[in-house]
T-cell receptor
C-alpha cells in the first residue's frame, strides 16, 4: 500500500496555465508538507499544514496556493504557470509537527512539472 | 537558522569497499538529524535518524551514521557498498522544537562493479 501518493506523476503544460497537484497520505499523520526540488536537486520546503491548518508558508509566490480539505490530503494549486516553476514537487507527511522535530517525514514519489 | 553542508557532490567507490557520505550541520541547540536516499526518478526514502542517546545510529539497507557533537557532523557509512546503493543521498537537520527540515545539497554516490 502506498503511504504517500501524488497525482499526476508527470505534468506538462504551457506558460500561463493553472494546474493542480494532489497528495494523499494513508499513514494517519497530522502534518503534511510540500517541497520543491529544482534542477540541481536542491530541496526546499514550501508549505506545511497540520490538521488542515497552515503552519509553514515559506517565501513562495502568491500563485502557489495549498489547500487541505482534510488532514489526509494536501493539494497544491498553481496559477499562471511560469517557466521557472518547472521542478519536481514532493509531498510529505509526519505524525505531528508539535513532537519537537523528532518525527520522520515520509515522502511521496514526486510530480515532475514541466512548463513550456 | 539551521543549515546543512554536504561537502562532496559525488562519491565514487568500488563494490565491496566502505562507503562514507559526509554531512556537517549548523543549528542552535540540539539537532535532530536525518538521512534520506533518492533513487533515480523516485521519491525520498528515509534511511535513519538521530534523536538522542547512542551516537551510532543504525538504519535501513545496512547503513549507519555517527553523530559527533563536537565536530557537528553526522556522516553516513556502510561497511561494504553495493552497486544498488548508487543514488542521491540527502542529509537533513531539524532543531529541537522546530518542524522545519533543512536539507543539504545532496551527494551522488556511484558504486562501480
Amino acid at each position: 500500500d502506498t503511504a504517500v501518493s501524488q497525482t499526476p506523476k508527470y505534468l506538462v503544460t504551457q506558460m500561463g496555465n493553472d494546474k493542480s497537484i494532489k497528495c494523499e497520505q494513508n499513514l494517519g499523520h497530522d502534518t503534511m508538507y510540500w517541497y520543491k526540488q529544482d534542477s540541481k536537486k536542491f530541496l526546499k520546503i514550501m508549505f506545511s499544514y497540520n490538521n488542515k491548518e497552515l503552519i509553514i508558508n515559506e517565501t513562495v509566490p502568491n500563485r502557489f496556493s495549498p489547500k487541505s480539505p482534510d488532514k489526509a490530503h494536501l493539494n497544491l494549486h498553481i496559477n499562471s504557470l511560469e517557466l521557472g516553476d518547472s521542478a519536481v514537487y514532493f509531498c510529505a507527511s509526519s505524525q505531528d509537527h508539535r513532537s519537537g522535530g523528532r518525527d520522520t517525514q515520509y515522502f511521496g514519489p514526486g510530480t515532475r512539472l514541466t512548463v513550456l | 537558522a539551521q543549515s546543512v553542508a554536504q561537502p562532496e557532490d559525488q562519491v565514487n567507490v568500488a563494490e565491496g569497499n566502505p562507503l562514507t557520505v559526509k554531512c556537517t550541520y549548523s543549528v542552535s541547540g540540539n539537532p535532530y538529524l536525518f538521512w534520506y536516499v533518492q533513487y533515480p526518478n523516485r521519491g525520498l526514502q528515509f534511511l535513519l535518524k538521530y534523536i538522542t542517546g547512542d551516537n551510532l545510529v543504525k538504519g535501513s539497507y545496512g547503513f549507519e551514521a555517527e553523530f559527533n557533537k563536537s565536530q557537528t557532523s553526522f556522516h553516513l557509512k556502510k561497511p561494504s557498498a553495493l552497486v544498488s546503493d548508487s543514488a542521491l543521498y540527502f542529509c537533513a537537520v531539524r532543531p529541537l522544537n522546530d518542524y522545519k527540515l533543512s536539507f543539504g545539497a545532496g551527494t551522488t554516490v556511484t558504486v562501480r562493479a
